[in-house]
């Protein structure tokens, strides 16, 4: 089992902490990240961490360089047309129990970079290449590259190839988009090449008619940048935007910017001053808020890791760390029967995941962010009258003092071999 070849589609979070984990357990693994960008991608939103994938960092020796590279971000202030404060959430300073800022604010490159690059020299890494097909076998998983055309045996087929896994239509033999649960949200993402929030730690989150948001977060670069984002958010009935942003997505970047300034540019605030910073930005991207929502996350010897088997905003960081992680130690507890490892993974993390996406969270953005003026200004009083009251920070208090915690995969406790 020492031997183990696996191969891991996508460089990422996901890949890289499961690689990282499972070299700890098999120093004489062969591994291969085959990445279909030119080189690593290290850019990327803020993203957060949360629940299991709290300790898991600390388990790793990685918390402190996350601290030391995260966004100092301090909480979210809500506000109007004139910039006028409407509420402040603020962080809680607990990783136990934490608010919309999460006490692991980090960007998403800086955050793969601390991941990837205690393993980077252990591993072999193959850019601008990714998996045509596979075919499996009992004793291992035959794999077809798309542009070398080079076939290769593995015992493992690990997909960390994201939303859109290329990998999960070809192993569920269904469309990717099949598994895609559109939760009504689009955003743009940006870097803005000025300090619009002034030097201050609070994001600003402002909401217009029909779903628009300007959102605009800290950037700690010296420079002095902010991180922009214009999100829609839709109903299930407003097929008709929901087109027009899909169909924006279809075409590209370009396309996508003209239907911002269409769509943005009579909101209000400091929306033209964004509207002009995207056109500037060197690092625009655009992506539907979406959970994949898959009936299975293994067959056979091809497993599905992170936001390829259930990507879920709010925590799909943290779940992709928390899969890393099990599959690791699913394979660690299972020396030479992958298929159990891999079935115990499904079990472990499958239900966590779609426990995760249920409830309140299904329509959460919706009920934030109205739709009309009215709307938005009954959301306005309660999250005024929250905040003034201290609602908010009583919950948290309580929460702590009780030892309420966020909750936690019931993981086994594997036993690592020393470093």
């Known amino acids: 089992m020492s031997n183990l070849s696996i191969l891991i589609s996508g460089s990422g979070i996901a890949g890289s902490v499961f690689a990282s984990w499972l070299l700890r357990a098999h120093p004489n693994a062969n591994i291969t990240i085959v990445e279909r960008d030119p080189s690593l991608r290290l850019t990327g939103a803020s993203v957060d961490i949360r629940s299991s994938a709290v300790d898991i960092i600390k388990w790793m020796g990685a918390e402190q360089a996350i601290r030391d590279q ?139 008619t029909r779903g628009r948001i300007v959102f605009l977060r800290p950037d700690p670069d010296p420079a002095g940048r902010t991180r922009g984002n214009l999100m829609n958010v839709t109903t299930s009935k407003d097929i008709e935007t929901k087109e027009r942003l899909n169909q924006a997505l279809r075409e590209g970047n370009e396309s996508y910017m003209k239907l911002m300034e269409e769509m943005f540019r009579d909101v209000g605030w400091l929306a033209p001053e964004v509207l002009q910073a995207m056109r500037e930005s060197d690092d625009f991207y655009c992506s539907l808020f979406g959970q994949i929502r898959s009936p299975k996350i293994h067959d056979g010897r091809v497993v599905l890791l992170g936001d390829a088997g259930y990507a879920t905003p709010g925590i799909g960081t943290s779940l992709a760390i928390i899969g890393g992680y099990v599959l690791a130690g699913e394979l660690l507890s299972h020396p030479g029967d992958v298929k159990t490892a891999l079935k115990r993974y499904e079990e472990i993390v499958l239900p966590f995941a779609k426990d995760s996406q249920g409830g309140f969270l299904v329509n959460a953005m919706q009920l934030l962010n109205p739709q009309t003026q009215w709307g938005i200004r009954i959301r306005n009083a309660i999250l005024a009258f929250v905040t003034w009251a201290k609602l908010d920070r009583l919950a948290m208090a309580v929460a702590s003092a009780l030892g309420v915690t966020e909750k936690k995969v019931p993981m086994p406790d594997y036993q690592w071999p020393a470093k």
Do not use: C
Not at 121 to 141: A, C, P, T, Y
């Open 70 to 208: 995260t966004t100092q971000e301090e909480g979210i202030q809500f506000v109007k047309a004139n910039d006028k404060p409407v509420a402040t959430l603020r962080a809680t300073g607990s990783s136990e129990v934490q608010s919309i800022t999460s006490e692991f604010e980090i960007f998403r490159g800086a955050l793969a970079k601390i991941f990837i690059d205690p393993i980077i020299k252990r591993v072999k890494l193959i850019f601008d290449e990714s998996v045509d097909h596979f075919e499996q076998r009992d004793d291992g998983v035959v794999v077809t590259f798309a542009k070398s055309k080079e076939v290769k045996t593995y015992d493992l087929l690990v997909a960390a190839d994201g939303l859109g896994s290329k990998i999960r239509g070809l192993m569920l033999n269904t469309k990717p988009q099949e598994q895609l649960h559109d939760e009504g949200v689009h955003v743009a993402y940006f870097t803005i090449k000025s300090d619009l929030l002034q030097g201050g730690h609070l994001a600003k989150w402002y909401n217009t």
